[in-house]
């Protein structure tokens, strides 16, 4: 998916293709497929060509289901980031398919595409989307928290998307949030929001209220 790094590529070098993705390619398993890229991508350890593997391989097994349709959208992101502004071409396929998987099932991986969409719509440029824009994308990602708010990675896009935004005040709390569940992200997103906590200012977050001990 297109969130955190939108300018650039956070893999370590290493094999040029991963074992475990080859393994999944096998499955011809869209959703298998873009789960194993997110593995390695949250691990460190993707390689441009795992990302242009998994990009091929889901290509190549189209069905209009929403687990396939988010699985593009998340394999097309992710090789966006590797190509920077040689794959702004590719930013309007990212949101064909999230939108279009987002039609098929909106509750799909607890609204999984919705997250894709709106912080797509805050961080890249509106000049390559067709259907929304910044604010649209802020107004998704706010109706996820409202639908979803034991859903920490919920608050860690729409504290993206303000930061992004240069409105800072708003994105505090959700800090705050993930910061007290900070163990519920995975590693890639946990780097994320020390980089979003280090752009607000380091807020000053509430202590967890203790829990009262069982009877």
Known sequence: MLPACWGGVTGAQGPAVNASL???????????????LEDLIAAGVDTPEDRQLAYAEVRAHAVDTAAYTYARAVVT???????GLLGADMVGEVEHYARRSREL???FRSGAATRMLGTLYVVAPAALLRNGDSETGLELLEGLVQKDPDVIENHLRVAEAYIALGDVDPAKPHLCRCSA????????????LAQLLKDAGNPTCPKPAAQAPSP
């Open 22 to 36: 080859k393994t999944a390619v096998a499955t011809k398993d869209a959703l298998v497929i873009a789960d194993a």
């Open 77 to 83: 992101g992710r090789l966006v980031q590797l190509k």
């Open 105 to 107: 099932d909106p509750s």
């Open 181 to 192: 569940d900070r163990g519920k992200l995975r590693r890639d997103d946990q780097a994320l």
